[in-house]
């Protein structure tokens, strides 16, 4: 049987907004960041990020179970690892979004502060 475009695209749609809800949080968004450039073990990540080892691991659970990270067993630790690192691009893509509308936010504060200037 063959799925029909629709449904595809509603299953493709669906997919997308679970690993945007995975995104949305301040705390897995920085585990990513630190799995960008190499595999960790968790206390590398609790280290750098200065966070308690509970909070790293339960974020580390979740982005498991989302499919975007990967776990191996190393001895007695387990090295996390980026599934996908194309969601780095993807991250990144949105950071570029978030500074310009933070750059443009900056550029309206000038200028209303300027025609207050002006009108004194």
């Known amino acids: 049987m063959m799925i029909s475009k629709e449904k595809y695209d509603d299953r493709i749609y669906n997919?997308?907004?679970?690993?945007?809800?995975?995104?949305?949080?301040?705390?897995?968004?920085?585990?990513?960041?630190?799995?960008?450039?190499?595999?960790r073990t968790v206390s590398e990540i609790v280290e750098t990020l200065d966070m308690n080892q509970s909070t790293v691991s339960q974020h580390l659970s979740e982005l498991?179970?989302?499919?975007?990270?990967?776990?191996e067993r190393d001895g007695a630790n387990m090295r996390y690892d980026l599934v996908y690192p194309k969601i780095i691009d993807a991250c990144e893509i949105v950071r570029e979004i978030l500074f310009e509308e933070l750059s443009r936010d900056q550029d309206l504060l000038k200028m209303g502060k300027g025609d207050k200037d002006g009108e004194k």
Request: glycine share 4%; proline share 3%.
């Open 64 to 71: 498991k179970k989302s499919g975007l990270v990967k776990a």
């Open 15 to 39: 997919m997308h907004a679970e690993m945007c809800k995975m995104l949305s949080h301040p705390t897995r968004l920085r585990i990513l960041e630190q799995l960008k450039e190499k595999e």
